[in-house]
């Protein structure tokens, strides 16, 4: 008899384990705050702390103004901040969250699977009558 009543209990468990990860998954899923970029120097960011996913809308030609910064204890960058800025090519979304970074061109899809993938690399140049050159190339993911 014990082995029955074991085996009768065990669904019961499986679903209020299953009811109660449902709902803490439910607790977890905030709203994001949705800004558009041209209104973030005019306060839309006003009481944003930061505990929700931030969703921010570009437009084309809104310009970011990008901070590069090298350090270390054998070179040094010159000038310290270069000035560099990324333009939007066109309307879009980015989702700033835990779980990262993301760019759609929906504000209500994230979850699109990019059909490239981003990448970053570092190499040294030097060729017969061309200057030596360090390249720093960084590659978006594509949709």
């Known amino acids: 008899m014990p082995n029955k009543l074991h085996v009768m209990r065990f669904p019961l468990v499986l679903w209020l384990a299953l009811a ?3 709902t803490l998954g439910c607790a977890h899923s905030v709203a994001p705050r949705r800004v558009r970029y041209a209104d973030i120097n005019n306060g839309a960011l006003q009481g944003y702390a930061g505990a929700e996913p931030l969703i921010i809308e570009f437009q084309p030609g809104d310009r970011l103004p990008v901070n590069f910064e090298f ?5 040094e960058l010159q000038p310290q901040h270069p000035p560099l800025e990324l333009v939007a090519k066109r309307h879009g979304f980015v989702r700033i969250s835990a779980n990262g970074i993301r760019t759609s061109p929906d504000p209500d899809r994230f979850d699109i699977k990019p059909s490239q993938p ?3 690399r570092v190499g040294f140049g030097a060729a017969q009558g061309k200057p030596a ?3 720093v190339v960084i590659a978006a993911p594509r949709r």
């Not at 350090?71 to 070179?75: A, K, L, M, R, V």
Request: net charge negative; proline share 0%; glycine share 22%.
């Open 133 to 135: 050159k360090l390249d």
């Open 71 to 75: 350090t270390g204890e054998d070179f």
């Open 118 to 120: 981003g990448s970053f």
């Open 20 to 22: 109660g990860l449902t």
